[in-house]
C-alpha cells in the first residue's frame, strides 16, 4: 500500500516577532509565530542569553493565558458591596477619571494615605519612580513575601545575591551546592546549569526537605528539617576552620576578614569597625605590626591590637574563628535538629574542601585590582552555592543566608573561576547607596519624595521612623520592627490599613498582586479584613481599593475600580538595570516586551495607564513644561526618554542619538526599534580582563561606573562582618541619637548579630510539640503560582493539589493513599486530600502552591477541582505573632520583615467527610465575560478547519 | 489488517530520553502540545479546558515515579517521559484494521493517515506503551510523529529541524537523531551511558532509547570520613601565617 504523499514543508507562520516571555519571572527571549494573525507558536529565541532556545511547559503555554477566558475584558465599577463581584462596565474615560478624582486629593493632603503596592511586577523602575513622584513612601513590590532574605543577606554581605543578582559558574564548577532550592528563579538557565554540570560529571547536592525536581536529579539529597539549614551551614564552617581549609589570601586581601574591631565592651563604638580620621577601615600590618589603612596588603589576620587612640580591637577573622570553632557548630551539635547524621556533615565539607583547593582550575586570565597590582591569572575555587526559598521563607532566613555568604568567603569562592559570580549590575556597594525616602521632611503635600520609597539602611538615622519610634510606613519597613525591609512589606499592609495602625489610608492601589488568595497570609482573614466596616458610619476601613490585573483573579471581587491590564504579548516591557535585568556575569544585558498582538478588548497596558494617571495627577515627571503630557507617547516614549539621571534611562542598549553609546547617553528615539531587529535584548559582552574579581577588578569597576551601574570605582570589600547591623544592635544598647523603644530593645540586640548565627524561627517554637509536622508550599515546573490556573493546558498538568506525606508517617496516624485530612494548623484547619511519597523529610509535608482555587475564578466552572479538591495551604499561615509584652510583630524575619512562611507547623486528623473547606460563596463572572468554550480546537485552522 | 515495510528502514529515526538529567519539568510535554495542534496531527483538542474534567489528546507525557532499587540502595524519583517509541515491529501498525496507521518505509516513523482511520482504538490496545490517545473531538487517533513536519521543514533552518519536545528541553535530557547510525550522535550515546529499551522482552524493538539515571549517593562511607585538625605549630593561626607566607 502507497504511503500518503505528506507536505512537510509548509511555512510555519506568516511572521516571527521575538519578545520576552512573561509565564513567569525568568525572562527567557521568544520567537512569536503568527499564522493570519493568530498564534501558531511559541518558541525559545536560540540567540538570547537567558534561555538559549529552550523555553519551560509555561512558556509553551503562551497561547492558552492570551486565549483565556478569563481575561479582563473593560475597566469595571463596583456596584454591590465589596467581595460580592458586582461591576458594572465602564469607559476608560470614567474609570481614569475616577481614579484622578479620588488620588488627587489625597495628594493635595497627605500623600502617604496612598498606598501602591505591586506583585511580581517587571517594572518596579516605573512604579516604584511614580510613587516617589506621587509622594508617598508607602510602595513595594511583592519582594518581601517572595526572597528578600537572599536579596538583603547577599548586598549586605557581597554586593550581589544568589537568584538574580549572581549564579554558579556553571561552565567550571565541580560542586554545587542547592539549598533549599525548588522551581525558583531562574527556571530555565538552573536547569540548563544542571544538565551542564552533569554532563561534566560535577557533583550535585540538594539540601532540601523535598525530593523533586532539582533534587530528584542531585546526586545526593540532604532532607533536611525545615529552618535548619543555618546549623548544617554553621557546622560546615566549623569544620572547615577547625581543619584551616579556608583561602587565607583571598579572606586578607579582598575581605574585611582583617578589619580591626573595636573591643570596647559597653562604649559606644563597641563592635564598631576601627577607622581613620578620613573613614578608612584600619588593619593591622603583619610585617611592620603597626595599625594602617586597609589597601590589599598584609593585614593580620588574628591577634589583639591596641590602636592609635588606645582602645582595644581584633581582626574580624579572628572574631569568627572565635565563634564558629566552638563545640555548638560542631557536627555532633547540629545532628539531631537538622535531622543529619554527624557523619554526612563532616563528609560533606571533606567534599567541599577537596573540591575547593585541590587542583583548582586556574585561567591564564591577567587582570588588574582596585590598588593596581597585575595579576597573571585567576585562581578558581570550584565550589558553588545557590539557594532559595527555603532558606529565604523562614524568620530566620535572613542569618541563614549570611551564613552561606561567609561559607563562600571563607573558601574564597565569589567570582573566581567555578565559583558563583555576580551578575551585572552587581556587584554594587555593599549595601547599595541609597536610602529609603520617607522621613518627615523628605515629603509635603503636592509634592514628590525626596528620594526612592526603597533603599538600604546602614543605622538607625537611616530608619524611617517618628521621634517617638512610630513607623513612618504604612507597613512599618524600615522600622525597628524590620529595620532593613529592603523590599517592604506587602504582607502587612491589608490589617495595618484597617487597623489605622500606624495611621489610617484613604486608597489601596494595587497591580497585578492577588492579595484576595495566595499573595496573601492568613488569607480567610485577610478576605475579612478587605470587606471591614467602620460599626458606627458603616464605612470601609478601607475606604478605596484600585486594582489592575489582566485576569480575574480572586482580588478583582475586592476592588472598587478594576482597571483591565493586557497580556505580555500586547504591550511593552522593559527589563531594566535601574531594576530586575536579565544580568550576565559576563556582560551587560536588559531586555524589552513589544507587543505582538493588539488586544482585542477594551483593555489599556496598566504601564500607560500609570503615565497617563501621572500627567492627569500633575506629577512633574510625567508633564511637560506646557501642562501637556511628558510621555505622549505612553510607556514606548517613556523608555525611550526618561532619564533618571543624566544620560541614564530604563534601557542601557544603544543610547545617544546615533546609538552607539552603552549605559550612559542621551535619549535615542530610535533605540525600541534597535532592540526589535536584536531580538528584543541588548547583550554587550565585558573585556576578559573585566570578567573575573569583579568586586576588586580596577578596569570592570571603571567601566561599571562609567556607563552608571555604580557611582564610583571604589573597591568593593565583601563583608564577613557586617556593620550596619552592630550598628542597631548600639542603639539597643542605649548608644546614638536614634533608639529602639523599650519593646523593641531586646529584639534588636539578639538578633542583630554582625555575624551569621542561628535560632528557631518564631512560629516554630510557638506552635510547639501539639503540631509535629512542617508544612512547605513549592511551585511546580509547570505553573508560576496562580498565573496557570486559567491556562487551559497547563491546568490539565495540575488541577487539583493533594497534600504529600510521607509513608511512614502517615501509617502512623493511620492514614492512607487519596484520604481527605484536616491539616490543622495554631490558626484553623483546612481540608485537603493526602498523597503518600518517600521523597520527603518524615516530618515535613508539602503541597503545590497556588492550585487551590476560589469558585467562579480564573474562568474555570464552579466544579472545577482547583475549587472543590484543591485547597490552599495559606490560611493556616499566621501574617502575625501573637503581641508578647505589648509589642506585636509580623510573622517574619526580625531584620528584613520577609514574610516566614515557611514556618508553618501542623498536625493531620483523618476527615470524614470531603471536599474543600474553608469554602466560600462562588464569585460571578465579571460582565461582559463571555463563557467558557466546551470544546479547544486550537490549530485547526492549521488543517482547513474553523476555531469553534 | 496493515503491513509493516517489507525491509527494515535504512534510517531509524527516534528519541533518546535521558532519565538522568529529566527534572519533570513538562516542557517538552507542552511545546509537543502546542506545536502539534496546529501542525501535522492539528489539532489536538481539549474537552472541558474551564471545567470540572480538563482532558485532552497529548502526545507526550511526563509521569513521576519513586523508585526503590531492588536489593536495597538510594531511593529515587524518576521522571519518565512517554510518547511513541516508533517500533521496529510496531503492532499498533499491524493490528490497523483501515491501513491508517503506518510506518514510513525511508526513515521508520510510524503516522496516523487520519483519512483512513475510524477511531477504532485497535492500536492503543495494541501499545504496550500507552502511547497513543483517541482525540476526544475528532474522533481519531493521534500521537507522536516526531514533528515530521519540523525536521524535514525546507522552510525551516537547518539548526531547527528537530522535534519541538527536543528544541524545547531545558535540561537537554532529550536527543533527536538516527538511531541506525551508529555513528550519529544520538547513537553514540546510548552507546556511551548503556541505552536500553523499553520493556525489550515484548519484541517490539523500540527506535527510541532511555538512558538510565546514574546511581545516587546514599549513606556515609565505613570508615567515617573527616578533616583532619589543622597540622602544625601554631593552631588555626600558625596555619594561617604560613599560607601568607612572608
Known amino acids: ?948 | 489488517m496493515t503491513s509493516l515495510p517489507p525491509t527494515p528502514p535504512p534510517r531509524r529515526l527516534g528519541l533518546v530520553i535521558d532519565l538522568d538529567t529529566c527534572v519533570g519539568c513538562q516542557a517538552c510535554v507542552v511545546s509537543c502540545k502546542q506545536w502539534n495542534t496546529g501542525g501535522h496531527p492539528a489539532p489536538l483538542s481539549d474537552v472541558e479546558p474551564y471545567g470540572r474534567e480538563p482532558s485532552g489528546a497529548w502526545l507526550n507525557r511526563v509521569h513521576g515515579y519513586e523508585v526503590a532499587p531492588a536489593g536495597g540502595g538510594c531511593g529515587q524519583t524518576v521522571y519518565f517521559p512517554k510518547s511513541c517509541l516508533h517500533c521496529e515491529n510496531a503492532a499498533c501498525v499491524t493490528v490497523c484494521p483501515t491501513g491508517a496507521s503506518y510506518k514510513r518505509a525511508a526513515d521508520g516513523i510510524v503516522l496516523v493517515d487520519e483519512a483512513k482511520c475510524i477511531g477504532c482504538g485497535l492500536c492503543a490496545w495494541a501499545c504496550p506503551y500507552g502511547a497513543r490517545e483517541l482525540d476526544p473531538v475528532e474522533g481519531v487517533m493521534k500521537k507522536c510523529t516526531l514533528c515530521i513536519d519540523r525536521i524535514y521543514n525546507e522552510t525551516l533552518p537547518e539548526e531547527e529541524r528537530e522535534p519541538a519536545c527536543v528544541a524545547s528541553c531545558p535540561a537537554r535530557a532529550r536527543h533527536f537523531g538516527d538511531l541506525a547510525d551508529p555513528a550519529s550522535p544520538a547513537a553514540r550515546l546510548v552507546a556511551a551511558r548503556g541505552g536500553f529499551d523499553l520493556m525489550p522482552e515484548l519484541g517490539y524493538r523500540p527506535t527510541n532509547k532511555y538512558l538510565p539515571p546514574r546511581p545516587r549517593r546514599q549513606g556515609d562511607e565505613d570508615p567515617p570520613r573527616a578533616l583532619p585538625d589543622v597540622a602544625g605549630p601554631g593552631g588555626l593561626w600558625g596555619w594561617v601565617d604560613r599560607l601568607l607566607g612572608g
Open chain 1, 1 to 948: 500500500m502507497a504511503e500518503p504523499v505528506l507536505d512537510l514543508s509548509r511555512p510555519t507562520a506568516d511572521e516571527v516577532k521575538t519578545t520576552t516571555c512573561y509565564m513567569c519571572a525568568c525572562r527567557c527571549g521568544i520567537r512569536v509565530h503568527l499564522s493570519d494573525g493568530r498564534l501558531r507558536y511559541i518558541e525559545g529565541n536560540r540567540r538570547h542569553p537567558v534561555n538559549r532556545g529552550v523555553l519551560c511547559a509555561k512558556g509553551s503555554a503562551g497561547i492558552m493565558q492570551q486565549l483565556a477566558p478569563s481575561r479582563l475584558r473593560a475597566p469595571l465599577l463596583r456596584t454591590g458591596p465589596r467581595g460580592s463581584g458586582e461591576f458594572r462596565r465602564i469607559s476608560w474615560d470614567e474609570a481614569l477619571a475616577i481614579a484622578t478624582d479620588w488620588l488627587r486629593s489625597i495628594r493635595a493632603t497627605d500623600p502617604r494615605r496612598l498606598a501602591f503596592f505591586t506583585g511580581r511586577d517587571q517594572s518596579q523602575a516605573l512604579t516604584g519612580f511614580w510613587a516617589a513622584q506621587f509622594g508617598t513612601p508607602n510602595y513595594a513590590a511583592h519582594g518581601g513575601f517572595c526572597s528578600v532574605n537572599m536579596a538583603a543577606a547577599g548586598l549586605y554581605t557581597l554586593g550581589g545575591s544568589f537568584w538574580e543578582f549572581g549564579e554558579p559558574d556553571w561552565e567550571r564548577t565541580r560542586y554545587l551546592l542547592l539549598v533549599g532550592v525548588a522551581e525558583d528563579h531562574d527556571s530555565n538557565p538552573i536547569k540548563r546549569g544542571l544538565a551542564e554540570l552533569k554532563a561534566r560529571g560535577a557533583k550535585i547536592v540538594s539540601v532540601n526537605p523535598v525530593r523533586t525536581g532539582y533534587s530528584a536529579i542531585a546526586d545526593e539529597w540532604l532532607p533536611i528539617r525545615p529552618g535548619t539549614d543555618g546549623l548544617l551551614i554553621l557546622a560546615l564552617i566549623h569544620e572547615l576552620l577547625r581543619a584551616g581549609r579556608i583561602d587565607a589570601s583571598y579572606l586578607q586581601r579582598w575581605t574585611n576578614a582583617g578589619w580591626l574591631v573595636v573591643d570596647a565592651p559597653g562604649e559606644a563604638s563597641d563592635g564598631l569597625i576601627a577607622r581613620d580620621a578620613e573613614g578608612r577601615p584600619l588593619v593591622r600590618d603583619r610585617a611592620r605590626g603597626i595599625v594602617v589603612p586597609f589597601a590589599s596588603g598584609d593585614a593580620a589576620l588574628h591577634g589583639r591590637t591596641t590602636l592609635p587612640d588606645g582602645r582595644h580591637a581584633r581582626p574580624v577573622l579572628e572574631l569568627v574563628a572565635e565563634r564558629y570553632l566552638d563545640a555548638a557548630y560542631s557536627p555532633d551539635a547540629v545532628a539531631e535538629r537538622t535531622g543529619l547524621p554527624a557523619a554526612t556533615i563532616r563528609r560533606l565539607a571533606v567534599e567541599i574542601a577537596a573540591a575547593a583547593f585541590t587542583d583548582p582550575p586556574v585561567l591564564e586570565q591577567p587582570w588588574t585590582d582596585w590598588t593596581g597590582q597585575r595579576h597573571a591569572r585567576v585562581e578558581g575555587r570550584p565550589v558553588a552555592i545557590h539557594a532559595m526559598r527555603g532558606v529565604a521563607a523562614h524568620a530566620n532566613g535572613f542569618q541563614t543566608c549570611r551564613a552561606l555568604h561567609l561559607l563562600q568567603l571563607l573558601l574564597g569562592a565569589v567570582d573566581v573561576p567555578g565559583a558563583w559570580r555576580f551578575k551585572l549590575p552587581h556587584p554594587k556597594p555593599i549595601p547599595p547607596a541609597p536610602k529609603p525616602a520617607g522621613k518627615a521632611v523628605q515629603m509635603a503635600p503636592g509634592r514628590p519624595l525626596a528620594g526612592m520609597p526603597l533603599g538600604y539602611p546602614t543605622g538607625p538615622e537611616d530608619l524611617l521612623v517618628d521621634p517617638d519610634g512610630t513607623p513612618r510606613r504604612l507597613d512599618k519597613a524600615f522600622s525597628w520592627d524590620a529595620p532593613l525591609a529592603v523590599h517592604g512589606m506587602l504582607h502587612t499592609v491589608i490589617r495595618n490599613a484597617v487597623r489605622g495602625d500606624p495611621y489610617p489610608i484613604d486608597t489601596l492601589f494595587l497591580y497585578m498582586t492577588n492579595m484576595a488568595w495566595n499573595s496573601a497570609m492568613s488569607t480567610a482573614e485577610t478576605i475579612d479584613l478587605l470587606t471591614a466596616t467602620d460599626p458606627t458610619t458603616g464605612a470601609y476601613r478601607i475606604p478605596r481599593i484600585i486594582y489592575s490585573d489582566a485576569f480575574h483573579s480572586e482580588m478583582v471581587a475586592y476592588a472598587d475600580l478594576v482597571l483591565p491590564d493586557t497580556t505580555y504579548l500586547e504591550r511593552w516591557d522593559c527589563i531594566s538595570l535601574l531594576d530586575r535585568p536579565i544580568g550576565s556575569p559576563d556582560a551587560i544585558q536588559d531586555a524589552i516586551r513589544q507587543p505582538v498582538l493588539a488586544p482585542d478588548r477594551d483593555v489599556r497596558p496598566f504601564q500607560d495607564v500609570l503615565i497617563d494617571l501621572g500627567h492627569r495627577l500633575g506629577l512633574p515627571a510625567f508633564t511637560a513644561a506646557d501642562g501637556g503630557p511628558r510621555f505622549p507617547g505612553g510607556y514606548p516614549d517613556y523608555l525611550q526618554h526618561h532619564e533618571r539621571r543624566p544620560g541614564i534611562g530604563p534601557l542601557a542598549g544603544w543610547r545617544g542619538a546615533a546609538g552607539d553609546k552603552i549605559g550612559k547617553g542621551e535619549p535615542n528615539p530610535a533605540q525600541l526599534e534597535r532592540y526589535r531587529a536584536n531580538g528584543c535584548f541588548f547583550s554587550a559582552p565585558l573585556a576578559p580582563e573585566q570578567r573575573w574579581m569583579k568586586h576588586v577588578n580596577r578596569d570592570y569597576l571603571k567601566l561599571a561606573a562609567q556607563i552608571g551601574l555604580i557611582d564610583d570605582a571604589a573597591p568593593i570589600v565583601l563583608q564577613l562582618y557586617s556593620e550596619p547591623l552592630q550598628r542597631f544592635r548600639l542603639a539597643a544598647r542605649g548608644h546614638g541619637a536614634v533608639r529602639p523603644p523599650a519593646s523593641h530593645r531586646a529584639r534588636i540586640e539578639r538578633f542583630f548579630d554582625p555575624l551569621p548565627f542561628w535560632y528557631r524561627p518564631f512560629d516554630q517554637e510557638l506552635s510547639g510539640d501539639a503540631y509535629p509536622l512542617h508544612a512547605l508550599t513549592q511551585r511546580p515546573m509547570a505553573m508560576y503560582h496562580s498565573w496557570g490556573g486559567h491556562n487551559a493546558w497547563l491546568r490539565q498538568l495540575h488541577a487539583a493539589n493533594r497534600l504529600h506525606v510521607h509513608r511512614a508517617t502517615a501509617a502512623r496516624l493511620g492514614l492512607a493513599d487519596d484520604d481527605w485530612v484536616w491539616i490543622v494548623g495554631r490558626l484553623g484547619r483546612v481540608r485537603a486530600r493526602i498523597r503518600l511519597v518517600e521523597g520527603v523529610h518524615p516530618d515535613t509535608v508539602w503541597t503545590w502552591n497556588a492550585i487551590g482555587r476560589r469558585r467562579g475564578t480564573a474562568g474555570l466552572s464552579g466544579d472545577a477541582p482547583e475549587a472543590t479538591e484543591g485547597f490552599l495551604l495559606n490560611h493556616l499561615i499566621d501574617d502575625r505573632l501573637p503581641a508578647t509584652d505589648g509589642a506585636e510583630f509580623a510573622n517574619a524575619d526580625p531584620i528584613t520583615g520577609q514574610a516566614a512562611w515557611f514556618d508553618l507547623l501542623v498536625r493531620l486528623e483523618k476527615a470524614e467527610a470531603r471536599g474543600p473547606s474553608p469554602d466560600w460563596a462562588p464569585l460571578p463572572a465579571p460582565p461582559g465575560a463571555a463563557p467558557p468554550p466546551r470544546v479547544l480546537r486550537h490549530g485547526a485552522p492549521a488543517r482547513g478547519g474553523e476555531f469553534p
